[in-house]
């Protein structure tokens, strides 16, 4: 059974990074799926963060441009995000995923999600 | 900017069938914008329903099933079921290793 789960901060102040961890259990990140980070504002929807293969093969949202890093440690089965510069409009629910790529064979999907970490950015 | 559109809300009663469907702001829906479909309760993480058009997971329910339709991506319910009222978002692949996400569809079950 593969299980992912977030942890970090509940809450960053403005300007600061935010930082955050998925853990993988049930399976080796090392084994060829991407990884992935999808947030989610109150009440509002999904938004695709960036990506990350276990060869540290990065791919971010242009609509983030250069605040977001992702970065994997294939030791400990975990992959990270941090955001840097941090304002209100990143309060949000943020979700690991993993991402299952492989065109040839038809297959693009985000098959298993972390149950999510709301993280606050305020004063 | 590319914008994926999706009914912002949809009613339907229990037994009965909804087409809930994804558009993209570059032109037709095809197999090669892979679409995903979510479901997503109130406090829950995103459960993923439907991959690459029509493919299921070993969970999803059969009463959900996939297709193109129109231009666009489709994702019908047919049965209802009470359980079903939630919010359903699709995914379409643009390239790299990313897609973008409609805004989803609040779904009544009345």
């Known amino acids: 059974q593969v299980q992912l789960q977030e942890s970090g901060p509940g809450l960053v102040k403005p300007s600061e990074t935010l930082s955050l961890t998925c853990t993988v259990s049930g399976y080796s990140i090392n084994s060829g799926y991407y990884w992935g980070w999808v947030r989610q504002p109150p009440g509002k929807g999904l938004e695709w963060i960036g990506t990350?293969?276990?060869?540290?093969?990065?791919y971010n949202n242009p609509s983030l441009k250069s605040r977001v890093t992702i970065s994997i440690d294939t030791s400990n089965n975990q992959f990270s995000l941090k955001l840097d510069s941090v304002t209100a409009a990143d309060t949000a629910v943020y979700y690991c995923?993993?991402?299952?790529?492989?065109?040839?064979?038809?297959?693009?999907?985000?098959?298993?999600w972390g149950q999510g970490t709301l993280v606050t950015v305020s004063s | 900017q590319t914008v994926v559109t999706q009914e912002p809300s949809l009613t339907v009663s229990p037994g009965g069938t909804v087409t809930l469907t994804c558009a993209s702001s570059t032109g037709a829906v095809t197999s090669g914008y892979y679409p995903n479909w979510f479901q997503q309760k109130p406090g829950q993480a995103p459960r993923a329903l439907i991959y690459?058009?029509?493919n299921k997971y070993s969970w999803t329910p059969a009463r959900f099933s996939g297709s193109l339709l129109g231009g666009k991506a489709a994702l019908t319910l047919s049965g209802v079921q009470p359980e079903d009222e939630a919010e359903y978002y699709c995914?379409?692949?643009?390239?790299?290793?990313?897609?973008?996400f409609g805004g989803g569809t609040k779904l009544t079950v009345l």
């Open positions: 690459s058009t029509r």
């Open positions: 995914l379409l692949y643009y390239g790299g290793v990313q897609g973008v």
């Open positions: 995923a993993r991402v299952g790529l492989a065109l040839t064979a038809d297959i693009f999907h985000l098959d298993y």
């Open positions: 990350i293969y276990h060869d540290g093969s990065t």
